[in-house]
Nanobody, 124 residues
Framework: QVQLIESGGGLVQGRGSLRLSCAAS????????VAWFRQTPGKAREFVAA????????YYADSMKGRFTISRDNAKNTVYLQMNSLKPEDTAVYYC?????????????????WGQGTQVTVSS
């Protein structure tokens, strides 16, 4: 059973940085895509970034390019989301998701496994 556990959320001032972690277990992830989504109350869950575990290909939402970086650590079976130049509008619950495919996708329904989420709050 695939499990994804996020950590690293918290309160940060505007223009600050945070690094989120997604610890994955329960499978061999070499043929998986892992992604980050985020959600604010009353809004749909929004794609942030995705990474293909097999070859490090990445895919970002246009609004995140240049500020957010997705990466992985094979030894720790962990995917990271480095977030820089944070803005109050980045405040959300951030979710890690995974799918057993090397095809990168931003579509929420394409992901089979989800973590519980971690809250990120950016103050102005």
């Amino acid at each position: 059973q695939v499990q994804l556990i996020e950590s690293g959320g918290g309160l940060v001032q505007g223009r600050g940085s945070l690094r989120l972690s997604c610890a994955a277990s329960g499978s061999t992830f070499s043929r998986y895509t892992v992604a980050w989504f985020r959600q604010t109350p009353g809004k749909a869950r929004e794609f942030v970034a995705a990474l293909s575990w097999s070859d490090d290909r990445t895919y970002y939402a246009d609004s995140m390019k240049g500020r957010f970086t997705i990466s992985r650590d094979n030894a720790k079976n962990t995917v990271y989301l480095q977030m820089n130049s944070l803005k109050p509008e980045d405040t959300a619950v951030y979710y890690c998701a995974a799918r057993a495919s090397v095809v990168l996708t931003a579509t929420l329904g394409d992901y089979d496994y989800w973590g519980q989420g971690t809250q990120v709050t950016v103050s102005s």
